[in-house]
């Protein structure tokens, strides 16, 4: 198959199973905030908001490096980081249990420390699955991989469904039943961890295959490559991790109003933040297909063209992704409650500055390909650390648009900086002045449509799928017109 069209195969692939995971997730919501009290939920909030951070350390950016070193020699590469990652997950739970009697009171969950316990558990073996799910990628089983990812979450939502629901109801008119048996109300919001356990169960029992690797033992030269490779991805995670929820995390804190009124701005905030999640989306599930496809292309003869080929139809595709959300908003606010519709201007920020970050990770190749992970890190750090700053800066004076606007410069200067970088150690001809165009040209789009809204009195679907066509019609035309060229040339 043509590499680009594998590309696009296994990125739609990999979509799907994110895009039906969090649609399935967000299902769950309803059913979770009528049947729980809001303080009741914010333990589920706060917990997976500490799961980013976990994802990072846990598994110690052993995926890249198996993908980096895997084609010296594979089966070593693969035992070694399963081998360093179940090492680290040991240890993570070690600790976990033998100081869950004093954690659970730091923080505050003195009644339920086995809470912690459940959600460790939860965070382990999902790290636990990560190199597998690596070898999957690596072997370009997008297939095998989605079907183990959608049966996870079609078994969480089964359990959800059972324990919180079902038995709930059982309990309640039925107590000697069998399900009845299976209901602690004193448990409450523990049996979504309970589910998410059993589910991460699940998974790694259908992961069994791929854990038969381990006989291959540990390649102690090997781990020192790998990690020597990796830790600066830690630092590139906890960086990331930082860029993507810390708005959210200090918001309360620095809005100057009241409590209830900076709840208020911050719940307005994630709410609009739920509609950039689409190109978040194609982001996340290009990660998953991209990485292996540039380690898999590495050294190819026309390996810089095509990465440069595929820059361009990212940037397309994303273009294509702000103007569908932005331009057809009309629709997509119905997503969110009316209240919190009052924030859609943070919106198409927000969306670039998605864009300007799956550029980044375009753009990443260059230290992910020539061992420079320090400075990839460095680029993360400063990333970050600009983050922080407009965050604590905006954030008092302009509210979230000035959360917005941070993460947009926070990006749009890593990708500056790593495209200035790659240039000097992994030059692949970019076409920047075609991907500038073709955002320029969106954002053209956008604004003269929202001006002609404005003029014409329209209704705004009208005018979006004016322009939507006018992107999609000039878009192909010149796609044509290139391929032409391209054919000619050679």
């Not at 169960?201 to 990796?230: E, H, W």
């Amino acid at each position: 198959m043509n590499p680009l069209k594998q590309l696009a195969s296994q990125t739609a692939v990999y979509g799907l199973s994110s895009i039906l995971g969090r649609f399935i997730n967000y299902l769950l919501v309803p059913l979770y905030t009528y049947l729980f009290t809001p303080a009741e939920y914010g333990v589920v909030s706060e917990f997976y908001a500490y799961a980013g951070f976990f994802a990072v350390v846990l598994v110690c950016g052993l995926e890249t490096g198996y993908f980096r070193f895997r084609a010296a020699a594979e089966d070593k590469t693969y035992s070694t980081a399963l081998y360093c990652v179940l090492l680290i997950d040991s240890v993570f739970l070690s600790v976990l249990y033998a100081g869950s009697d004093w954690l659970a009171p730091a923080l505050q969950y003195q009644s339920h420390p086995e809470y912690l316990v459940w959600f460790g558990s939860i965070l382990a073996l999902d790290a636990a699955a990560a190199i597998p799910f690596a070898r999957l990628r690596a072997e370009n089983q997008a297939l095998r991989f989605a079907a183990i990812k959608i049966a996870e979450i079609l078994v969480a939502v089964a359990l959800n469904l059972y324990l919180i629901v079902y038995c709930r109801h059982a309990f309640e008119t039925s107590p000697d039943s069998f399900s009845a048996r299976w209901y602690d109300p004193n448990v409450g919001i523990g049996y979504i961890f309970i589910a998410n356990l059993i589910a991460s169960v699940f998974k790694v029992i259908l992961l069994l295959p791929q854990l038969s690797g381990l006989k291959a033992g540990v390649d102690f030269g090997m781990l020192a490559r790998l990690l020597r490779y990796s830790l600066p991805m830690v630092v590139i995670g906890l960086a990331g991790a930082v860029n993507e929820t810390l708005d959210r995390a200090i918001m309360k804190a620095l809005l100057p109003y009241d409590l209830q009124t900076n709840l208020h701005m911050l719940g307005v905030y994630g709410a609009c933040y739920k509609l950039s999640i689409l190109m978040s989306l194609f982001i996340q599930a290009f990660r998953y297909a991209g990485e292996p496809f540039f380690f898999a292309q590495a050294g190819k003869k026309e390996s810089a063209r095509l990465y440069a080929d595929v820059m361009r139809y990212f940037v397309i595709f994303c273009v294509f992704v702000f103007l569908l959300v932005t331009l057809y908003l009309d629709v997509f606010k119905y997503f969110i409650g009316e209240p919190f519709r009052v924030g859609l201007g943070v919106v198409p920020i927000l969306l670039l500055a998605n864009l300007f970050l799956g550029i980044y990770v375009n753009l990443s190749v260059w230290y992910k390909l020539t061992d420079r992970t320090g400075l990839g890190a460095l680029v993360a750090l400063i990333g970050a650390g600009i983050a922080v700053a407009l965050n604590v800066w905006w954030i008092p004076i302009f509210g979230y648009l000035g959360s917005a606007w941070a993460h947009l410069i926070c990006y749009f200067v890593m990708c500056a900086l790593s495209y200035s970088l790659s240039r000097r150690y992994y030059p692949v001809r970019y076409d920047l002045k075609e991907v500038s165009g073709f955002i320029l040209f969106g954002l053209a789009i956008y604004f003269a449509n929202s001006r002609a809204v404005q003029l014409c009195g329209w209704h705004p679907l009208v005018t979006g799928s004016l322009s939507m066509a006018v992107f999609l019609s000039v878009t192909l035309m010149l796609e044509m017109l290139r391929r032409r060229f391209r054919a000619r040339s050679e």
